[in-house]
């Protein structure tokens, strides 16, 4: 089993749910050493497209900050740097690695990674009926909450929600043995030209004012998108 006092936790926050689909636009980590935090990194990500208004109120992330944030590249790539060869904690650790190992993918970088995960920890320590969202977790250890849905406060409050879980897991110490963090991505390409000249004509024949990144539009997102297109409005677009 690795060496639990040294590890480094990470949380991101994102445009949505899908790591094939949605972006990255902040970034929180902090490592730790000796049980003890030793450095943090947090930046904002640069995105090309308008971040959602749910999530703009969820976090507090506009548009406009985000877009003086560092560019998404930089940002992963001092991310991985950071990270090293740590184990990493998070608090439904695989969702957050899923946009990393994504990322990772697009640009083949090779990337395997160990975590423990606090959720997992949560739900196999503590009562059935105690809440595991990480803020209701917070208040059962009284952590104190900075500020919620913001990478780096986030990462801070799961590194002491880690360290509060550790001792109750003395008695199963399996529980604390990091796993093989799996994610399964395919390596996205562009979306071409002809693509995005077609959807764009179509959207504007029937006047579709869907929001659409066209910096990052893959070309599966594109198929996605003209085939959703094609079943509400039918295949009659501009040529």
Not at 157 to 181: D, G, I, M, S, V
């Amino acid at each position: 089993m690795q060496n639990l006092d040294s590890y480094t936790v990470i949380d991101l926050e994102m445009t949505g749910l899908s790591a094939k689909r949605d972006r990255v636009i902040e970034i929180g980590a902090v490592r730790v050493r000796n049980g003890q935090t030793e450095d943090t990194y947090g930046t904002l990500v640069r995105v090309k497209c308008e971040i959602p208004q749910k999530v703009q109120e969820l976090t507090g992330i506009t548009s406009e900050m985000a877009a003086g944030g560092m560019d998404e590249n930089e940002a992963m790539q001092k991310l991985l740097d950071f990270i090293g060869k740590d184990i990493l904690v998070g608090h439904n650790i695989t969702y957050d690695y899923s946009f990393i190992k994504q990322w990772a993918v697009n640009r083949r970088i090779p990337l395997e990674l160990y975590a423990c995960d606090t959720l997992r920890l949560a739900r196999m320590l503590l009562a059935p009926e105690q809440s595991k969202k990480l803020e209701d977790l917070c208040a059962f250890f009284h952590i104190k909450r900075e500020q919620a849905h913001r990478a780096l406060d986030d990462a801070i409050q799961t590194q002491q929600l880690f360290e509060c879980l550790k001792p109750l897991a003395q008695k199963k110490p399996e529980l604390l043995e990091p796993k093989r963090l799996v994610y399964r991505a395919k390596r996205q390409t562009p979306a071409t030209a002809h693509q995005m000249k077609r959807l764009k004509e179509f959207m504007a024949l029937h006047g579709i004012q869907d929001s659409i990144c066209w910096e990052t539009l893959t070309r599966s997102a594109a198929s996605r998108l003209q085939d959703q297109y094609y079943t509400l409005y039918g295949r009659n677009a501009g040529k």
